[in-house]
């Protein structure tokens, strides 16, 4: 079975870090580009980063470039969002997705999501 | 970047009935090298990650009940859920992925 595991998430303080990780299993990883989604609190869905399978070319939306860092282990399985000098609006579930194939296309596995709540 | 923006915000319908769902893009995300419309629907119920309805803007998930269905092309697009069930209660969000920022829209929810 197809799965992704997202976890790291918790309250932080305006300014400060945190590492989310989303650990996959049930397919061959290498071979498939990956995505973060944010959700804020009752409010729709922003795409926030994407990373290919193999290449690791990496993407971007304008709101974190420069803050927040998409890689990827694909000798462990695993996603990252490192993010930095976090603000109250970065405040939002975070979503990791599969991509269909290594390249620009529709997201077809979620996980459940990890929440970060950044606040003083 | 390109703005999706969807109408209605939000919609009533009956059991049984038709739920349309537009979705208009701010630029045509029509490739021309493979003719595919980069475009996706989701639907996300409360508590839950959203789930994938359908792809290149009118093929159907694995999995996916066939009263959904996808059309348009170019910078506008349509998802209809036809004989509408109880579980189709839900937010839907279309997205492009034609270039980056692979933007949503707003969402729709639809009631019962």
């Known amino acids: 079975e197809v799965q992704l595991l997202e976890s790291g998430g918790g309250l932080v303080q305006p300014g400060g870090s945190l590492r989310l990780s989303c650990a996959a299993s049930?397919?061959?990883?290498?071979?498939?580009?990956m995505t973060w989604v944010r959700q804020a609190p009752g409010k729709g869905l922003q795409w926030v980063s994407a990373?290919?399978?193999?290449?690791?070319?990496?993407y971007y939306a304008d709101s974190v470039r420069g803050r927040l860092t998409i890689s990827r282990d694909n000798s462990k399985n695993t996603l990252y969002l490192q993010m930095n000098n976090l603000r109250a609006e970065d405040s939002a579930i975070y979503y990791c997705?599969?991509?269909?194939?290594?390249?620009?296309?529709?997201?077809?596995?979620w996980g459940q999501g990890t929440t970060v709540s950044v606040s003083s | 970047d390109i703005v999706m923006t969807q109408s209605p915000d939000s919609l009533a319908v009956s059991l049984g009935e038709r739920a349309t769902i537009n979705c208009k893009s701010s630029?045509?995300?029509?490739?021309?090298?493979?003719?595919?419309?980069?475009l996706g629907w989701y639907q996300q119920k409360p508590g839950q990650p959203p789930k994938l309805l359908i792809y290149?803007?009118?093929t159907r998930e694995s999995g996916v009940p066939d009263r959904f269905s996808g059309s348009g092309s170019g910078t506008d697009f349509t998802l209809t859920i036809s004989n509408l069930q109880a579980e189709d209660a839900a937010v839907y969000f279309c997205?492009?992925?034609?270039?980056?920022?692979?933007?949503f829209g707003q969402g729709t929810k639809v009631e019962i």
């Open positions: 290149w803007a009118s």
């Open positions: 049930g397919f061959t990883f290498s071979n498939y580009a």
């Open positions: 997705a599969k991509n269909q194939d290594g390249g620009p296309v529709a997201m077809d596995v």
């Open positions: 630029q045509s995300v029509l490739s021309s090298s493979n003719n595919k419309d980069y």
């Open positions: 990373i290919s399978g193999r290449t690791t070319d990496t």
């Open positions: 997205q492009h992925y034609f270039g980056t920022p692979r933007t």
